[in-house]
Each structure stands twice: as C-alpha cells, then as structure tokens.
C-alpha cells in the first residue's frame, strides 16, 4: 500500500516571513530543491499531501494539483515542513510507531496517525499545527534540523546543493557536453542539462563542490561559476558574472555582477553590476543597477536581524539581504547588513534604508509610504506578462489578504519615519 506524506506548517512559519507570506514553508529553496521536494524525493513512491495556512490553499491548489489540507486517509506520516531531511533523519522517521509523534526544541518534526487520530487532528485543527494538534500521544525527542530563520537556508545552502546534486545524480546518468572555449575544472562534479548554451571564456569551477546547470539555460562569455552552485532552468547569466560557493538561481531568472551563498527564487532579476552576498531574494522580483548589499558588519560582529518587528540575535558574522516576492530597487540603492524588505516594495532614494521595510511600501531613507494596492497589482500583472504567466484571481486575492495581514506593520513604520 502506497504511503501517504503530510507536509504540515506549524507556528514556526512565523520567523520565516516575509519569505513566507507567498508560499508554504516547504516551497522555500534551500539548494538545487524546495524542503518539500527534498522530502519527497527521500520517500519515493509515497502520496505527498499538503497542510498550509487557508489564506494559501488556493494558490498551493493550482502549483500542486494535489490534495491541500484534506485529510481523507486512514494512514497519515505528518512531516514538518521546516524539516532539512537528510539520511539519518530518515531513518528515524521511517521508524516511527503508528499513533506516535517526533519532537525537536519544542516542535513537532514527525506524527503517525492511524484513522482514529487522524479524525481527532481534524477536529482540533486550526490554520497551523501547534503542540496540542496531534494530541496527548507518546512523543520521543530527536536531533534533527529544522528551518527556525531565512538565514538558516543561507547558511545550508552550499551543503544542500552537493546534497542534491547526489540525489539528482543517482536519478539517471548526466554526461558533461563539452564547449568550445570553455574552461570546466573537475567535470565529474558539473551537470549541464539539455539545450544549455555556454559562451567562450566562461569559468565552471567544480573543485570545491557541484555545479548544476538546468535546460536551455545560457551563460554569456567572460562568467565564473565557482561550485557549490545550481542555475534553474531557462535562466540568462549575463557576461562577465562572478558567481562564488553557495548560490542557487532559480528557473527564468537573469543574473549579473557578483553574487555570493545566496538563493533567488524563480522569475527573479538581479542582472546588472552589483555584490549580493548571504542574502535570500523572493520571487518575481527586480534588483536595479548598481544595487549592494553589506553581509558583514564594519566591526566583524554579530549581526542582528528584524523578524516580526523584533532584532534577532543571528549569532553570525554574515548575513545580507531577505526581499520578499514582487519587490524592487531603483539604481545604487544600499542595503544594510541584515535588512529585510517585504512583499511588494518598491525601494529608492540616497543613503541606507531602514533594516526593516515592511510590506506594500513604497521609498527608503527620505520618506516612506503605502504602495496603493490596484497600482501595485497593475505592474505584477505587467511584469508577470513579460514572462507569459498570468496572473490569476487566487494570486490576486492572495495579495489581497497580504496587504491586509500587514496593514498595521506599515501604518506604525510609515507613522514612524515622517
């Protein structure tokens, strides 16, 4: 009998905005796969199911085309979606009783319910899982690896490309294409996928780690890649690009300047000269000319970020940028270290702007203001259309219920700033 997988969300989704007010926990990208693709592939042949936030089902209906928060089986292994699976990790997993469940620092990780519970767990439930969802069952603490902050996917996102790169590997046998003029180190450790095109005096290096480069992607003249790194499919790297150790770039994307241990989502910009570094960029966004991000403190300390309207001690000495979906920079615009800018920002003007730009805001350091909702609607409906995807009513709607979770956050930054 086939296994039936819950990915659930708990309360921790919270640290994880504004990466998550578009999509699940299990969509965010840590390596060449989502967390949920990570754990589908360690359980193939399973039936992958989803439990998300309600204001999210619609939209996660139309990418899965599977079943959202419907629990109709007699059988359910419930996995947190924040889970960074690994072997040993599924192993543990693998073994869990019937009607049992895994905790870690106070979460969740793994339950398995048989009919009765899973009849319980639906009664119980609310827009997330909590401690009391699964019910008073024998429980049994575990190490394991979960996502608490954006930057834990930055900082696992070198390890989690070679990770994958085996997974993928294992899938089918990959040969490397040779190019003429192309310099590849260690080609055992580089896979380029069909239709690729790759320009004279480019650079893969795959000595220190895994180079993946999905379908009909191209790579301009004059580039470096330095492994651990995986460009998506159909992505454009400009010339003379600089990619080092770490980077992911998701499908449809164009990329530029010098980019560092970072991840960007699909149908995301970031074309022109400028560094980004430690930093985890949304999708559908657009990083003007000349944009910068500092990773690293004048003083070589600890950098603290704002989450949820609180500094978070990040106990690390590097880390840059987290934008969320459909955001923009103008020309030269300057991050700090450890800035976050929300859903749907379009940010400009001279100097740093504040470390925390809350969602649907429009300016920088001079002044800030709301980004008037149909506006902003109008130019993701063009942006989206230059890449023939539309935008659809449960998109729209999903930005809807954005704006309006986020209203307060803005007023009181907005009130602040004048």
């Given at each position: 009998?086939?296994?039936?997988?819950?990915?659930?969300?708990?309360?921790?989704?919270?640290?994880?905005?504004?990466?998550?007010?578009?999509?699940?926990?299990?969509?965010?990208?840590?390596?060449?796969?989502?967390l949920g693709e990570k754990i589908s592939a360690r359980f193939p042949?399973?039936?992958?199911?989803?439990?998300?936030?309600?204001?999210?089902?619609?939209?996660?209906?139309?990418?899965?085309?599977?079943?959202?928060?419907?629990?109709?089986?007699?059988?359910?292994?419930?996995?947190?979606?924040?889970?960074?699976?690994?072997?040993?990790?599924?192993?543990?997993?693998?073994?869990?009783?019937?009607?049992?469940?895994?905790?870690?620092?106070?979460?969740?990780?793994?339950?398995?319910?048989?009919?009765?519970?899973?009849?319980?767990?639906?009664?119980?439930?609310?827009?997330?899982?909590?401690?009391?969802?699964?019910?008073?069952?024998?429980?049994?603490?575990?190490?394991?690896?979960?996502?608490?902050?954006?930057?834990?996917?930055?900082?696992?996102?070198?390890?989690?490309?070679?990770?994958?790169?085996?997974?993928?590997?294992?899938?089918?046998?990959?040969?490397?294409?040779?190019?003429?003029?192309?310099?590849?180190?260690?080609?055992?450790?580089?896979?380029?996928?069909?239709?690729?095109?790759?320009?004279?005096?480019?650079?893969?290096?795959?000595?220190?780690?895994?180079?993946?480069?999905?379908?009909?992607?191209?790579i301009m003249s004059h580039s470096s890649i330095q492994g651990p790194?995986?460009?998506?499919?159909?992505?454009?790297?400009?010339?003379?690009?600089?990619?080092?150790?770490?980077?992911?770039?998701?499908?449809?994307?164009?990329?530029?300047?010098?980019?560092?241990?970072?991840?960007?989502?699909?149908?995301?910009?970031?074309?022109?000269?400028?560094?980004?570094?430690?930093?985890?960029?949304?999708?559908?966004?657009?990083?003007?000319?000349?944009?910068?991000?500092?990773?690293?403190?004048?003083?070589?300390?600890?950098?603290?970020?704002?989450?949820?309207?609180?500094?978070?001690?990040?106990?690390?000495?590097?880390?840059?940028?987290?934008?969320?979906?459909?955001?923009?920079?103008?020309?030269?615009?300057?991050?700090?270290?450890?800035?976050?800018?929300?859903?749907?920002?379009?940010?400009?003007?001279?100097?740093?702007?504040?470390?925390?730009?809350?969602?649907?805001?429009?300016?920088?350091?001079?002044?800030?203001?709301?980004?008037?909702?149909?506006?902003?609607?109008?130019?993701?409906?063009?942006?989206?259309?230059?890449?023939?995807?539309?935008?659809?009513?449960?998109?729209i709607l999903l930005l809807k219920n954005i704006f309006e979770m986020?209203?307060?956050?803005?007023?009181?930054?907005?009130?602040?700033?004048?």
């Open positions: 009998m086939k296994q039936t997988i819950c990915l659930f969300e708990d309360e921790g989704f919270r640290n994880l905005h504004p990466l998550v007010y578009t999509r699940p926990v299990y969509d965010l990208q840590c390596g060449i796969l989502s042949n399973s039936r992958i199911i989803y439990h998300n936030r309600a204001y999210l089902t619609q939209v996660v209906q139309e990418k899965e085309k599977s079943t959202v928060n419907n629990f109709d089986y007699d059988n359910i292994l419930f996995i947190n979606g924040r889970v960074l699976i690994d072997d040993a990790s599924v192993k543990i997993i693998s073994k869990l009783k019937d009607d049992s469940i895994l905790t870690a620092n106070n979460s969740i990780v793994a339950a398995k319910l048989t009919k009765d519970n899973i009849k319980k767990f639906k009664e119980g439930l609310n827009d997330v899982t909590d401690q009391n969802s699964f019910g008073d069952l024998p429980s049994k603490e575990i190490n394991i690896r979960l996502i608490n902050y954006p930057w834990d996917l930055i900082n696992n996102n070198a390890e989690e490309i070679s990770s994958d790169f085996g997974t993928i590997r294992s899938r089918k046998n990959h040969k490397t294409l040779s190019f003429k003029s192309v310099e590849i180190l260690n080609k055992k450790n580089v896979i380029i996928e069909k239709g690729v095109t790759i320009d004279p005096f480019t650079f893969l290096d795959g000595s220190d780690g895994p180079i993946y480069i999905g379908k009909n992607t191209r790194a995986y460009i998506g499919n159909d992505s454009v790297i400009k010339m003379h690009t600089s990619i080092y150790h770490g980077t992911s770039v998701g499908k449809v994307c164009k990329v530029g300047g010098e980019i560092e241990n970072s991840i960007i989502h699909s149908y995301s910009n970031k074309q022109h000269e400028g560094f980004l570094g430690h930093s985890y960029l949304g999708s559908w966004i657009n990083i003007g000319a000349s944009t910068n991000n500092s990773d690293l403190k004048n003083n070589y300390g600890i950098v603290d970020v704002p989450i949820n309207d609180k500094l978070v001690n990040s106990g690390l000495q590097f880390v840059g940028l987290i934008m969320g979906d459909h955001s923009k920079t103008a020309i030269n615009t300057m991050f700090n270290t450890g800035s976050v800018v929300g859903v749907c920002c379009n940010v400009f003007g001279s100097g740093f702007p504040g470390k925390y730009l809350p969602s649907f805001t429009w300016g920088g350091s001079e002044s800030l203001v709301e980004y008037d909702f149909e506006k902003a609607i109008e130019v993701i409906r063009a942006v989206m259309n230059r890449r023939n995807v539309s935008l659809t009513q449960a998109g986020t209203s307060d956050e803005r007023k009181n930054k907005i009130s602040t700033t004048k």
